[in-house]
């Protein structure tokens, strides 16, 4: 089959002035591309590199490709931006891997995800959501359980994630959504912290979606308060272990297993999907967030935890696109005009 590769690298996007030091955190390598189109090639397809934003635009009018392989972050800071390449083929009637538009704008929103997870009896850590610096004074702190994390709503990749978003007390939580509120222009979420095992969960396939694995994320140093934050994915190599499969009791294990496939269910996530959560010291797993679009170079979570169960890259690579071309052939065609 001819299958076009959509995705945004680094180098191509360009940045408004006063963008925070990790605008680019979320977009890829080209060594990520070249690795995907090689898995792809090796299942037996052409691949069609069609980039992102208007040269993608440009592309995905000229190429005839069969389906896109997605990984197109989107452009600007729009909670959207994931849906656009989505967006765009939908338009276009042209089949792609992954979450839907629908899916990808929801579950970038950080409080809307929760709510809907909460809806569905997902436990999920509480928070406020604090849209301008002029609420800063008009929250109810006292309602707010501390420590408590600060992070952008609207954001993946850990951006804006650092050692200094766990905050004690009320007043360090005003100045420090303070000054995110400023740096990412967008709004911030103040949120319980939940002490515990950092795990996250890779789920594969529609019909059903199967858990591909449950991984562990260690600090290497002991930290009462470990996040796996910014400088840590950074320095992943230095910094923390990979624990996959997650070494936790057997009934914690399946209970995180379930409420991540009712979440990948609820939120409408498709192909394949790695939510995080942080496990309570009573062993409640909290939903702290879905990405219908998880990273896929060779430092991303996925793939580790993919390695680490014993496959190769490109079988996972193979997989997810055979969950897309499965969902396609069972797909309605749709009637010119209607
Ligand atoms: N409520 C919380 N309690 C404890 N730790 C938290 C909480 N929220 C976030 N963290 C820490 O911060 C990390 C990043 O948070 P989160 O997963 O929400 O951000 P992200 O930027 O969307 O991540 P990703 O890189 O997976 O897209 C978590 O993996 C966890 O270590
Ligand atoms: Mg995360």
Redesign the pocket.
Known sequence: MRIGLTYDLKEAVSLEAGSPQDALEEYDSSETVELIAAAIETAGHSVFRLGGGAEFLDNILRERVDLVFNIAEGRGNYVGREAQVPSVLEMLNIPYSGSGPQCLAICLD?PLSKKLALAAGIPT?QWCLIDNPAELSEIFWNGLTFPA?I?PAD?????G?GVSSLVASPAEAVETAGRLLECYRQPMMV????PGD?VTVGIIGNAPPMILGMMRILPKKQADF????LEV?RDYLNLVSYECPARLDEQVLARIAEVSLKAFRTLGCRDFARL?F?VSPQGTPYF??V?PLPGLGTHSDLVIMALKLGWRYQELIAAVLQAALARQATRLPVVEGS
């Open positions: 950080k850590p994390i992070k954001e993946g990749s850990s951006k994630i949120e319980e912290f939940i950092e470990f996040v796996y934050s994915k995080d942080r702290l967030e990405n």
